[in-house]
């Protein structure tokens, strides 16, 4: 890898903790099922991860039609007769690994019907790669804005069609690199009720096939966004978080920002060393009660 873009690359992954260190194509897709475990791309502390069972739920890897073939993911949702609100869940830049699927299940025991497409299906296979430099080069870099937003569409549809979901009780939440994707799909899609984001990167770098950063689509939104960070995210500065709650405000935007003092950045993942847990259960019952005030739960 060139030195630039390593550079490059290690400066939009500044502040993970615990990491070790081509556009759309329709050829078909590199994944066809979803990473066993956790991502070899990270440290594991086993002994802080959250395990949700699955008793009293439908859960499991699913396939998710799109507009070139079917999309794997990962699906949790009560036993019963619906219809149960959905939220989608956007994965980080590793896949759709342990941590997402639990995230899914603790979601589907609060009565929801949770789902987390694989989103990098089409560009690698995220269950082999070990060092998320190479991730953020060869995969998140080359992921097109477009195909992103067209693929929670079609999960959206999805989970209302075959999954019990009621589409008019639509949420998103994701994290790190899903909390951008959730910023996005409140400004693309108008029957979302309500978006969380957890540490989603704000700025970045634009280019042809990610034409626009979070804080470009802020005066955009459609639905009304909380945004959880970090104070301590070496990766995305508290100004600029306070410039998109200011943006926001001006836009006439329903956003509530909080910055949680003293935290780093993937404070909410329970498998890293970066998990703080009273951050994180705090972050999650926000979480709940914006979803329940705005007509999501």
Same mark, same amino acid.
């Given at each position: ?7 490059? +690359? ?7 903790? $615990? ?40 859960? $499991? ?7 070139? $073939? ?5 699906? +949790? ?17 590793? $896949? ?35 060092? /998320? ?9 080359? +992921? ?11 999960? /959206? ?16 939440? %994701? ?11 409140? /400004? ?41 960070? %970090? %104070? ?14 200011? +943006? ?20 909410? /993942? ?28």
């Amino acid at each position: 890898m060139p030195a630039s873009t390593r550079t490059a +690359a290690r400066e939009a992954l500044e502040g993970l903790d $615990g990491l070790v260190s081509e556009p759309f194509s329709r050829r078909g897709f590199v994944m066809t099922g979803l990473i066993s475990g956790f991502t070899l791309a990270t440290t594991v502390v086993h002994g802080q991860t959250i395990k949700t069972d699955v008793n009293g739920l439908v859960a $499991g890897e699913v396939k998710i039609p799109t507009a070139d $073939g079917e999309l794997p993911g990962y699906r +949790a949702m009560p036993e019963g007769a619906g219809p149960f609100p959905v939220i989608l869940v956007v994965e980080e830049i590793f $896949g759709v690994h342990e941590y997402i699927k639990d995230v899914c299940r603790r979601l589907a025991k609060l009565g929801y019907c949770a789902v987390a497409p694989e989103l990098y299906a089409r560009l690698g296979d995220l269950s082999k790669m070990t060092d /998320a430099l190479v991730i953020v080069r060869d995969i998140i870099s080359k +992921a097109p804005d477009a195909t992103l937003l067209s693929d929670l569409d079609s999960t /959206a549809r999805w989970a209302a069609a075959s999954s019990k979901g009621d589409a008019a009780r639509l949420g998103i939440t %994701g994290f790190c690199r899903g909390g951008r994707a959730v910023w996005l799909y409140a /400004a693309h899609n108008p029957q979302v009720k309500a978006a969380v984001a957890w540490y989603g990167p704000l700025g970045g770098n634009r280019s042809d096939i990610q034409p626009k950063t979070a804080a470009d689509v802020v005066g955009d939104l459609k639905a009304p966004v909380l945004g959880l960070y %970090g %104070g301590a995210d070496n990766g995305i500065p508290v100004a600029s978080v306070e410039a998109q709650r200011e +943006a926001a405000k001006t836009a006439g935007k329903t956003v509530e920002i909080v910055i949680f003092p003293d935290t780093p950045h993937g404070f909410h /993942a329970d498998y890293r060393p970066s998990y703080r847990k009273a951050q994180a259960e705090d972050g999650w019952a926000r979480m709940l009660a914006w979803f329940k005030r705005y007509g999501v739960a």
